[in-house]
């Protein structure tokens, strides 16, 4: 009897273990089939989504959770993304043309906007670019109508600007495409401008005559500065000229006033004394005696300047007075 209830216990026991062992079994199978595990990398975001509502954002990392059959890990790429447009559109002047551009974007990555975006968007990029297409077609066409031909030819940088404002400015009631879409732009760039043969030509005519109106301007500003050149020499050399004959003038009329003041200190020295006066003609009358030229003047002529000027050059001799002539007497 003791025996028998000895194995009894002991079978039981066996089957208490089995069933422990099967039943943890089972609940690590449970747990195995049910755990969510999910590796977020660099530039990448995790949504947590359990029974359909977002739970969280997972950074870059690891995700485990077990026991979690109503979670999901919704992966969305928060890096740096380049979209690429070519369209043909009409500029203000009706020029048409076919233009190349490129937008840098990316998500944004705060834990608001990706909830958002999930729910209005989706986490695929193939979700957000359709959208996002739209918007810079859209803003494509509404900057061509504000620039000609010309201008987008000369002014790509300007023309970039305002295709990254109609991005990224809100109006009056509405959100901008940018905030609408929950991305971050980085840059616009225009890559290319293809125009008709046509206006091609035109243009490179037009290149060639602003060259040629770039050469005449260049040889008119040479010849104008030549001829202010030559008019500041000129002017130079008048002054000079004028500077000269204004010393001469004045060293002339300096001499002049000397010889005057001499001339009318001898005339009164002589005034003063007739003799003195007397002897200066003499020795002229000497001088120009002594010249050899013999000239005969009216003896009723004022000698005194005379004799100053001629007694260096010439002789002057002034004739006895003609008395009445007296026949000759008559010989016996």
Same mark, same amino acid.
């Given at each position: 009897? =003791? =025996? ?11 089957? /208490? ?5 099967? +039943?943890? $079994?089972? %609940? ?18 995790? %949504?947590?989504?359990? &029974? ?12 485990? !959770? ?13 890096? !740096?993304?380049?979209? =690429?447009?070519?369209?043909?559109? *009409? ?16 998500? +944004? ?36 109508? &504000?620039?000609? $031909? ?7 940088? /300007?023309? *970039? ?19 609408? +879409?929950? %991305? ?11 125009? /008709? ?5 035109? $243009? ?29 020499? *000129?002017?130079?050399?008048? &002054?000079?000229?004028?500077? !000269? ?18 001339? *009318? ?18 020795? $002229?009358?000497? &001088? ?22 001629? /007694? ?21």
């Amino acid at each position: 009897m =003791t =025996t028998q209830q000895s194995g009894a216990r002991g079978s039981r026991a066996r089957t /208490g273990l089995i069933a422990t062992a099967v +039943l943890i $079994l089972v %609940i690590v199978g449970l747990g195995l089939s049910t755990m969510k595990f999910a590796q977020v990398n660099e530039g990448e975001r995790g %949504i947590i989504v359990t &029974q359909g509502r977002v739970e969280g954002v997972q950074e870059p990392g690891i995700f485990f !959770r077990p026991f979690a059959p109503f979670t999901t890990i919704e992966v969305v790429n928060v890096r !740096r993304q380049t979209r =690429t447009i070519s369209q043909n559109v *009409a500029s203000s002047d009706k020029q048409l043309y076919d233009i190349d551009i490129q937008v840098d974007y990316s998500r +944004l990555t705060s834990p608001e906007a990706l909830r958002a975006s999930y729910g209005e968007i989706g986490v695929r990029d193939e979700q957000l670019i359709e959208p996002l297409d739209g918007y810079i077609n859209d803003a494509l066409k509404s900057a061509s109508t &504000q620039f000609t $031909l010309d201008q987008a030819l000369s002014d790509r940088g /300007g023309f *970039a600007s305002r295709i990254r404002q109609f991005l990224t400015t809100s109006e009056a009631g509405r959100r901008s495409p940018s905030e609408q +879409l929950y %991305i971050q732009i980085y840059d616009v760039k225009v890559l290319d401008i293809k125009v /008709g043969e046509e206006y091609a030509r035109l $243009l490179a005519e037009k290149a060639n005559l602003e060259v040629q109106i770039e050469t005449e301007q260049k040889r008119r500003e040479q010849i104008e500065a030549q001829q202010a050149n030559n008019l500041f020499q *000129a002017e130079q050399e008048a &002054q000079v000229a004028l500077t !000269r004959e204004r010393g001469k003038t004045a060293a002339a009329l300096e001499a002049a006033n000397r010889e005057a003041q001499v001339r *009318a200190i001898e005339g009164r020295y002589w005034r003063e004394n007739p003799e003195l006066f007397e002897l200066r003609k003499r020795e $002229l009358m000497v &001088q120009m005696l002594d010249n050899g030229n013999i000239w005969f003047v009216d003896p009723n002529t004022d000698l005194t300047l005379l004799l100053n000027r001629m /007694g260096d050059t010439s002789t002057v001799v002034t004739p006895p007075a003609q008395s009445e002539v007296q026949p000759p007497a008559s010989t016996p």
